[in-house]
């Protein structure tokens, strides 16, 4: 009888407990995010305490014009979906930005003609640029605070405004039938041994994926590294796509420089089954590949923000890699590159070199000695 008492008299306890201590705890968490908004708007940024804020405000709106970065086939799988999840934005109009209209793009939006677009795609070369640009929403901040359902980690931690929503990572394509895995390199400094000297291999003579190197090598190892390649003497091409196809049909077995996606799909066309890759080590990681922000001119702000955290959404990486193909977030748990990179040495081209991607290139331009392109058989470049 006391023990049941007893027990009463805790159970009432520790009740009375919970109900003193969930409001406190309540009330401490809004604290927090209001201190949050309160020092983002101190400032000049914009943040929504709430997501119902962010959606009651878009369903006025209706509408978005964006210019991405992916490819066309993402277009109607991605505004479908999109749609389903926010009937009320029923007029989206989507345009693929290419690299032949980066600085075209960046010239409208200078001049103020970029009117009537909501978000624009921000390539790595001019990322500098674009960035005064780009409206001053602390995305970061309210990722952080759950306001919107975004991977901290997808987001610009200094601007705090952009979004990068896909991944890639540096792979060797070969031919299988002309040369065994095993043979292939394991590491970019194999590229330098002797068996690999004079015409053994294809390389990039714009390089994209070799100076993701830097995060980890430094640039002076870095273009080190390119001038002793160089010495090697390889075929030098241009248009890693070009090159891979080049691979699959026998015309030369291994290629230095080219991007996951760029040989699975590839490998999807090749009805040989002669085309494979290698993942070479350290992994060249651009965590940060197609990156999105939504413009000072932009008529419907809040619908682009719930489009931002839509892509990063698990539903929007899973069709990022299914049709871009490949380049869904390698912080996406499940995601191609994720899966490809575990448990591997990785050199990060994180936000840090965001914006100095274009300065590596060209350093690794010279440091090649500006070759010359020679005319890969069947007449391409």
Known sequence: MRITVLNRIVGSFTLFLLLML????AVAASATLLKAKKEAEAKGYIFYATHDEIVAMAKKEGKLRIMIGLERQNFQPL????KQKYPFIT???????????YQRVLLEIKAGQAKGWD???IPLALGKEYMPHIMKHDILGMAKHAVLKIDPRMVHPVERNVLGHTSVISVVAYNRKLISEDKVPDKWED???????GKKFVADIRPIQVPGLVPLWGLERTLDFARKLAAQQPVWGRGPARIATDIAAGEYSLMLDVNFSTVKRAMSKDPTGSLNYKVMEPVCTWIVFHASGILNTADRPHAALLWLEFLASPEGQEIIDKYEPFKASVFTPGSAVAQEVRGRELSLVDWNHFTKVQEYVEKIVAAFGFPRAEQLKGGRK
Do not use: G, Q, W
Request: no cysteine; aromatic share 10%; net charge negative.
């Open 79 to 82: 505004t479908n979906a999109f």
């Open 22 to 25: 969930a409001p406190t705890h």
């Open 119 to 121: 978000i624009t795609h």
């Open 191 to 197: 590229f330098l041994k002797p068996e690999f000297k």
């Open 91 to 101: 007029d989206i109009h989507v345009e693929e930005v290419t690299s032949d209209a």
